[in-house]
Nanobody
Framework: QVQLVESGGGLVQPGGSLRLSCAASGSIFGVNDMGWYRQAPGKQRELVAT???????NYANSVKGRFTISRDNADNTVYLQMNSLKPEDTAVYYC?????????????WGQGTQVTVSS
């Protein structure tokens, strides 16, 4: 089992910045991927950014150049720095821990944190 504790989020004006954090604890071993997904009202959950414990990153095209993901493997914590926020970034952001190896692949999710971009 893996537990995820998220922090950050809130209300910010367009063009502003926020930082999300997610700390993982529990059965953390092997190759894994940590990151963020988001879900806006009436839409499907979508990938925002992820990072493996080996340092490989993956970003949604819509956030490239504005969001930066980083992680501290010693603390099993992942961060998402969000700059130049837009109203369309408004969503519930979910932390994800994906065990890649050993198989089988398995996903763990945080409870979600609301990000609202509005003037």
């Amino acid at each position: 089992q893996v537990q995820l504790v998220e922090s950050g989020g809130g209300l910010v004006q367009p063009g502003g910045s926020l930082r999300l954090s997610c700390a993982a604890s529990g059965s953390i071993f092997g190759v894994n991927d940590m990151g963020w997904y988001r879900q806006a009202p009436g839409k499907q959950r979508e990938l925002v950014a992820t990072m493996t414990n080996g340092g490989s990153t993956n970003y949604a095209n819509s956030v490239k150049g504005r969001f930066t993901i980083s992680r501290d493997n010693a603390d099993n914590t992942v961060y998402l720095q969000m700059n130049s926020l837009k109203p369309e970034d408004t969503a519930v952001y979910y932390c994800n821990f994906r065990r890649l190896l050993p198989l089988p692949t398995y996903d763990y999710w945080g409870q979600g944190t609301q990000v609202t971009v509005s003037s």
